[in-house]
């Protein structure tokens, strides 16, 4: 893919895109332009949003005694500031920077907590406040920075002197002013989202002009008409995403009401569209559903997400926005990806897992894709995002979409997720008693010739899971006989799922009480050693089941997962 395959137009058009803003972005940060961003401070903080977010006094106190548990990794700083440390993890930066953690001080509700945010607030303000470089000053972290600092300007400002609470506001004025100049430069997706969420929070909790307020809910909203989907998907396809934002966006909510200020009606009905969307993709372990980017899940995050959620009823059978299948009978859940590839310049944590699919079974986890180890280290992503790791069909030993790019395009784009599937024909096929669809995607079209077709049911009050894997030439044609064309269907484990095989068929799934066989009539089932990357303490050894056959041979491949009595 030297050239950027088919897709080179679109690539260029991102790269070309991607360098302007980057480029109007360093010019907005240099000695040159910092001038700009001096101005009146504002006298005080009017409101103090409410955080969603779980917050753990013993963090805290971590904390006091430089022990900095951030984004998987402890660092301790001996004494040193954190600031100052020289820290390799990215993520544990950002997360620094973000300043997210005064939370914990929140929770602490000591005098001794209190000094130690104003402390380290002003030790970032004295190292960090005028400098707008590095990962301190990215525009996703500089808006984590702004809600943090305005969320817990209580914690932050009690018992702090004139000196410190002018110092304060000076630098919050500072950073919103920053944070304005180069919101429309983020990058798509997420970033930008923040970016106009933390502008909204500025609005109404410092003392603004009304026009002030008026264009950060205007610019929010047309941010949430480009990004929220009809069924309360982001546009990215990514579940964790819908957390992240509903996590800023319901607080938001409440300080709008708060400050009897009436929210702009697309962040209304963004809310109103996203819980329900988050109940869609929880598997019944209490997990989100391990899809474009999705690890490990925080139940009670997600617990007190949908504390605020007013519908009733049971979640959706299908989000066709966002490309998602559920099916619920009895205790078991199936949730399937049966969508598109996402727009290119949202793509960079998109996985090639189209017709994939998770089961659980009352509170367990049985059948899963592999995610991702949110704090670990880069080099495993390009494992976690192909298609072998995912429990679909694999042709070739190849994904259904690419995402290593030529340096020349990673560079400045990221491994953003090309030629993958632009076609993903969808049809539900629910009856009575039974719960069910046909997808099949074109991922392998122009490269192999070969559509693959899968339709899976679920029935017997959720007691059976029932499938069956296709491959057809060009418009549903069989394949030309002698094709050397290779072909695998997995089923990854969830790592709590005990895999025997008692020589009566095929592998029985033993999950707490419950024994599921898996049978195939087609293809002799062989089990493979496997990794789940999204484990909570980070990556477990699992296994997964796979069906291997030339589709030549075996055009059509069925399979069922069936609960014994």
């Known amino acids: ?81 954190p600031f100052q440390l020289p820290v390799a993890n990215r993520g544990w930066q950002r997360s620094l920077y973000g300043f997210r953690w005064l939370r914990h001080m929140r929770a602490a ?106 264009q950060a809910s205007r610019q929010l909203a047309e941010e949430l008409e480009r990004q929220i989907l009809p069924d309360g998907g982001h546009v990215s396809r990514n579940p964790l995403v819908i957390v992240e ?60 997400i949908l504390r605020h959620d007013d519908t009733a009823g049971a979640p959706l059978t299908q989000a066709p926005h966002s490309g998602y299948q559920r099916l619920a009978l009895g205790t078991a859940v199936v949730i399937a990806d049966t969508g598109v590839a996402p727009p290119v310049d949202v793509s960079i944590r998109a996985h090639a897992g189209c017709l994939s699919f998770e089961m659980s079974s009352g509170r367990q986890a049985i059948v899963v894709n592999s995610g991702v180890d949110t704090y670990g280290s880069a080099d495993f992503r390009p494992l976690a995002r192909a298609t072998a790791a995912h429990s679909t069909a694999t042709l070739n030993d190849t994904s259904s979409a690419r995402f290593n790019l030529p340096p020349h395009f990673t560079r400045w784009t990221g491994s953003v997720l090309v030629d993958g599937p632009t076609k993903v024909h969808v049809q539900r096929t629910d009856r009575p008693g039974r719960q069910g669809f046909v997808a099949s995607h074109d991922g392998y079209l ?31 044609s069989a394949l030309p006989a002698g094709s050397g064309d290779g072909a695998t269907v997995r089923f990854h484990l969830h790592p709590d799922v005990d895999l025997q095989w008692d020589g009566t068929g095929g592998p029985v799934l033993v999950v707490a009480k419950d024994r599921w066989r898996f049978h195939s ?20 050894r699992t296994r997964h089941i796979a069906l291997s056959f030339k589709p030549c041979e075996v055009s059509r491949v069925r399979w069922r997962f069936a609960l014994e009595d």
């Open 245 to 304: 934002l509903l996590a800023d966006l319901l607080p938001l909510r409440q300080t709008y009401a708060n400050q009897a200020e009436m929210p702009p009606p697309e962040l209304v009905g963004a809310v109103e569209r996203m819980l329900p969307a988050l109940r869609f993709f929880r598997l019944g372990d209490g997990s989100l559903a391990r899809f474009n980017g999705m690890g490990a899940t925080i139940q009670e995050r997600i617990a007190a």
């Open 1 to 81: 893919m030297a050239n950027g395959g088919g897709h080179s137009p679109r690539l260029w058009a991102l790269v070309a895109r991607n360098i302007w803003q980057q480029t109007r972005r360093r010019l907005r940060s240099g000695p040159g332009y910092r001038w700009r961003y001096a101005g009146r401070t504002p006298e005080r903080v009017l409101i103090a949003p409410p955080d969603l977010r779980l917050a753990d006094a013993r963090i805290a106190a971590e904390i006091y005694h430089g022990r900095y548990p951030l984004a998987g990794q402890l660092v301790e700083s001996g004494g040193e500031s």
């Open 521 to 540: 009539p087609d293809v002799a089932p062989t089990v493979e050693d496997s990794i789940f990357f999204a484990a909570l303490p980070g990556p477990r």
């Open 109 to 214: 509700g000591s005098d001794l907590a209190s000094a130690n945010a104003r402390s380290l607030v002003a030790d970032w303000i004295a190292l960090q406040g005028w400098r707008m470089t590095g990962p301190a000053w990215e525009v996703d972290t500089t808006a984590k920075r702004v809600i943090a600092w305005l969320q817990h300007s209580s914690v932050v400002l009690q018992g702090a002197d004139f000196r410190f609470y002018r110092s304060f506001l000076r630098s919050l004025a500072v950073q919103i002013r920053y944070l304005r100049s180069v919101a429309g430069e983020a990058p798509i997706g997420r970033d930008r989202m923040r970016a106009r969420i933390a502008l909204a929070y500025a609005a109404l909790a410092l003392p603004a002009p009304v026009s002030a307020l008026r």
């Open 446 to 476: 122009a490269r192999f010739g070969i559509l693959h077709e899968r339709e899976i049911v679920l029935s017997d009050e959720g007691r059976v899971l029932s499938g069956t894997d296709s491959f057809l030439g060009p418009r549903g």
